[in-house]
């Protein structure tokens, strides 16, 4: 059924174009034109009342989904501009003074997310420097002994987190 989404190719045509009748689709033709048929109402099925108003008139599933696709990423402009603005985000990411590891793990998380959302991905090493780099200066002593005692290449984004909550703890 995701095929009819993507290809859309789902009315039968004649060599000129023209669409044929049913009686002449083959069996082929009929099963694609069903499956549309089942994509389009999975489709609507999911669709708030305000979103169905602007696809419910489409005849084919692979319309609908570049409609909402259009509606909701944007052109590919605009996710361009998305991604770098994302990228920059991540660049620049950093804990607040006053911020908890959750709070911060939680942002850093919306900021990765959206950017995969986007396509562009960060190694789970990539993550964990990034997470130590944007550490305030007084967990430079806890991040140097992470460094020393752990294997960064092997530790999990959620271990560090855990291992940088035990010191939260004790820093309060």
Wanted: hydrophobic share 35%; net charge neutral; glycine share 2%.
């Amino acid at each position: 059924m995701w095929d009819v989404v993507e290809q859309g190719n789902y009315i039968a045509l004649d060599q000129a174009g023209n669409e044929k009748p049913k009686v002449q689709w083959t069996e082929e033709q009929k099963k694609r034109f069903m499956l549309n048929s089942k994509a389009r109402n999975a489709l609507m099925c999911a669709l708030s009342e305000e979103e169905y108003t602007k696809v419910h008139s489409f005849r084919s599933a692979k319309q609908m989904w570049d409609t909402l696709a259009l509606t909701y990423e944007g052109s590919l402009e605009v996710k361009r501009n998305k991604l770098s603005l994302l990228s920059r985000k991540y660049e620049l990411f950093e804990m607040e003074e006053s911020e908890s590891i959750q709070t911060m793990f939680e942002r850093f998380q919306t900021i990765v997310n959206e950017l995969s959302f986007l396509g562009r991905t960060y190694d789970n090493f990539d993550h964990i420097e990034k997470l130590l780099r944007s550490l305030p200066r007084k967990w430079r002593p806890q991040v140097t002994a992470l460094r020393a005692s752990k294997n960064l290449e092997k530790l999990s984004l959620e271990e560090l987190i855990g291992l940088l909550k035990v010191h939260e703890l004790e820093l309060q």
